[in-house]
């Protein structure tokens, strides 16, 4: 059965391309265009974006800055995100709406759970901004946070491959894929497809979490159609 709402945790490093950071137009454009053709088969879409691609927040510790203030450039690089993605997913025929967990109001509209609702209800895609609002939290987190709080059924959680593998594939060939994983595997095995946190959070609020790849056209459609290739965490 295709999901009413789903929240999606798109990595800030899917929108930078084959160049590695910042923002890649033609990359930006092709997210932007699965984005619109789910939204316009009538899913409620929340989207949580990473900064990873501008500044991550770990990074900082070895410039010279504190956890705090690292983490607070990098709630910043969520937001510029953010912004290009609503522009982006409106051009692709979609209303988006980029609400953010830092107040910036000349920029965005402040998030508020009662106005991500109506707008989800409204049938916009919205863009979630600013992590949690407080440092030492990851976006994953945040997108757990997110999840449960609009009350969506499904974690969607977009990476660069097909769906949680034992260890990097990229790096270690004899990786096992998995299919399925209840929170309580993916906790115990350390997985690190999303941080323990993330995992916890979304066990207690029963989410089901879909791991897919990001990087074929269309494949955003196709998972919530419960066609394409991904490994299910279930509670």
Not at 97 to 119: F, I, Q, T
Not at 138 to 165: F, I, N, P
């Amino acid at each position: 059965m295709r999901p009413k709402r789903v929240l999606v945790k798109l990595s800030g490093e899917a929108l930078a391309g084959p160049q590695g950071n910042g923002l890649d137009g033609a990359t930006l454009t092709a997210l932007a265009a699965d984005i619109s053709h789910a939204s316009r088969e009538g899913v409620e879409i929340g989207i949580v974006v990473g900064g990873g691609n501008f500044f991550r927040g770990v990074q900082g510790l070895t410039k010279g800055l504190d956890r705090t203030s690292a983490d607070s450039i990098g709630m910043l690089g969520t937001v510029m995100n953010a912004l290009a993605l609503e522009h982006a997913i409106e051009s692709a025929g979609a209303p988006a709406r980029a609400m953010s967990a830092v107040p910036m109001p000349s920029l965005c509209e402040s998030y508020a759970r009662k106005r991500a609702l109506d707008h989800l209800s409204n049938g916009k895609v919205v863009i979630l901004g600013g992590g949690t609002g407080n440092p030492y939290f990851t976006t994953d987190t945040g997108a757990a946070l997110r999840a449960a709080e609009l009350d969506c059924s499904h974690l969607l959680k977009a990476t660069q491959v097909d769906g949680v593998y034992s260890a990097d594939p990229k790096k270690d060939p004899s990786a096992t894929r998995y299919d399925t994983l209840t929170h309580e595997d993916a906790i115990k095995r350390d997985l690190k497809v999303m941080d323990t946190a993330a995992f916890a959070l979304a066990r207690d609020a029963a989410l089901t979490i879909v791991v897919f790849s990001i990087a074929a056209p269309g494949m955003l459609a196709a998972v919530l159609r419960g066609e394409g290739r991904a490994t299910y965490v279930t509670p």
